[in-house]
Every structure is written in C-alpha cells, then in structure tokens.
C-alpha cells in the first residue's frame, strides 16, 4: 500500500513539534517575575533558562535536574515568605496552551545553603518534595494538570512553617499520555531562584532528601503506568514522600500530599472510574486569558490520527 507523501507528513509532523512546553512565568503573591523562551535571549530572571522545549526523556538523564540546560543560574532572586501562594505559567513551545492533561504535578525545593541560588549548582542540590497534585477529589477522574492545559497556572501554596533562607524551587510536570509503554513518561522540569523569609524553622529530614537525576526510576508506579487512563486504578505518586513537616494545605483546595499516605506510598484515591482512553497525540487549547469565557468554548480537540488519515485517505487515490 502507498500513501501520498504530502498527505502524511504533515499529520506526523504536527504530532511531533506540539507536544512540549515551559514555565513562561511565575507569580509570587501577585507579583509577576517572566521567564525566557528557551534558547531564546537570556534576559534578566529568576526562571533558570531551559535549551528546548522539548520533554527530558528516561529517568537516567541529567537534564532531569532542572531541564536542558539548565544547571546555568539564571540572574534574579525572587522573594517569598512561608505561605507564599505561588502560581507556575506553562506555555506550549509554540505560544499555544500547554498540551498535555494527563499525569501528576510535583514540586520540590533544595537549600542553596549560605550563598543566594544564583550561584549554586544544581547538581549538588539534594531535594525535598513539597507539593503533587494528581487526579481531581471531584470524581471525574480527570487530572489537575488538565486545568493547566485550559489555560489556568499550576498553583502551590509554600508551606506556612518553611524555615528562611535560599532556595531553589523545581516545579515539574510528568506527561503520561505515552506512559502505558515502558520509558514513554515525559519529564519538564522548571528551576526558580529565590530567598525565603520570615522566622519559621520547619526543615526535612536527611532522609526525605533525593537528588535528581536518582529519586526516579523508569518502572517506577506512576512512570511506567499501564493503567493511566483507568480513572479507577488510582494513581502512585513516583519520588519521596512529601516533607514531613508540612502540614499547610494546598492552594489547590486539597491536602498537600493529594491522597498520599505518610508512609510515601502516595496513592491516591480512586475516583468513581471513567472510561478515559489515550488518542496518543497532543491536545492543544487557543491561549486565553484567565478571564476569559469558560476554557470549554476555545478548547481545539484533534481527532485521533487513525481518523484524521481515514478521511484524508478517503479523498485520495490508494495504490497497492
């Protein structure tokens, strides 16, 4: 069987260029601090430059630590306190919505120790997870980050008793719409600078402490996961456990650690199950504003490919 090439290359080549993204900009109670586009100029930030767009493959790679390129500090230092309500702008690589909707959004911070994080490298940093969201508590069986693909921020709440000092935040989104094959997860990990204020003493523990790359592994339960789009299987958060000393809820409304039990299994509950398949391509929504008419009105919803090239194929001559 032969197809046209003109009519599969841009199918392909469409699938393959929208599936990445960025943190663009980060909102630190009210006040904006934006961030560069990745291999772009390098203006003034505390948004640590990434090299592409494009996901951190395996769990292996060292770009797992901040993104490609990204052990480079960037130039600013933002300010927050304990309780700082932090909100994380993705953006598609090519100015649309970010695409994805599946899988978890984790955040973990580092101590940059005696000096400001503009001049700490990051591949010394030892992590401690603060934050994962997952799947919504509202039954749907639809996964938070679905909020980030309609255009809303990633919101974290810094928790209330964070002893001061410097730090690194490392925001990520795992993509897992290819995760039911073993190394399909896509990882976007996002570094910002910042000093901490305030009189508060909580810490974590040595032993709540990983490095990256080293907390994940390929196969681990929620990186490698068959079940994914089994709204009824429930959800195994990858990584540590969130820091014990947290106990602040969520800006998202939910306890922090969204279902995860203190022993770090990090499951959470299963929602009333739904029948949620993969198409395997991206989903891509217009860029709107947050003030815009409900996200359901601008959402762009490609077809699966399979029916894409059946109607493509249907207006074109077929040779065997």
């Known amino acids: ?36 586009v990745p291999n772009g100029k390098e203006d003034p930030s505390i948004i640590r430059l990434i090299s592409t767009t494009s996901p951190v493959k395996k769990t292996s790679n060292p770009d797992l630590n901040c993104g490609a390129g990204a052990p480079h500090p960037a130039a600013d230092i933002g300010n927050a ?87 690194l935040i490392r925001h990520e989104i795992i993509a897992l719409h290819l995760a039911t094959s073993l190394g399909g ?25 990983v490095s990256f790359p080293g907390a994940y592994n390929d196969n681990d339960p929620g990186i490698f996961d068959p079940q994914v789009f089994n709204a009824g299987a429930g959800y195994t958060f990858p990584g540590p456990p969130i820091a014990a000393f947290i106990s602040a809820p969520s800006s998202s409304g939910v306890s922090p650690t969204n279902g995860a039990s203190a022993s770090g299994t990090a499951t959470t509950g299963a929602p009333t199950p739904t029948s949620t398949k993969s198409t395997g391509t991206c989903k891509l929504r217009r860029k709107v504003s947050s003030s815009s008419a409900a996200p359901a009105a601008s959402t762009i919803r490609p077809r699966h490919l399979s029916r894409i090239m059946r109607g493509l194929l249907a207006h074109h001559t077929v040779s065997f």
């Open 185 to 209: 997860a896509e990882f976007y990990p996002s570094c910002s600078q910042f000093t901490v204020g305030g009189s508060q003493t909580g810490a974590p523990t040595g032993k709540e402490l």
């Open 1 to 36: 069987m032969k197809f046209a090439p003109s009519i599969l290359f841009p199918v392909a080549f469409a699938a393959s260029t929208l599936a990445h993204g960025f943190v663009s900009q980060i909102t630190v109670d009210g006040k904006v601090f934006k961030g560069n």
């Open 81 to 167: 306190m304990p309780g700082s309500k932090l909100e994380f702008t993705w953006d598609a690589g090519n100015g649309e919505n970010w695409p994805h909707n599946t899988g978890p959004l984790m955040t973990y911070m580092a101590s940059c120790g005696s000096t400001t994080c503009d001049k700490f490298d990051s591949t010394q940093a030892k992590w401690f997870k603060i934050d994962q969201q997952g799947r919504k508590d509202d039954g749907s069986g639809d996964w938070i980050q679905a909020d980030v693909m309609a255009g809303q921020p990633a919101r974290v709440t810094l928790p209330a008793n964070l002893a001061s000092g410097n730090y």
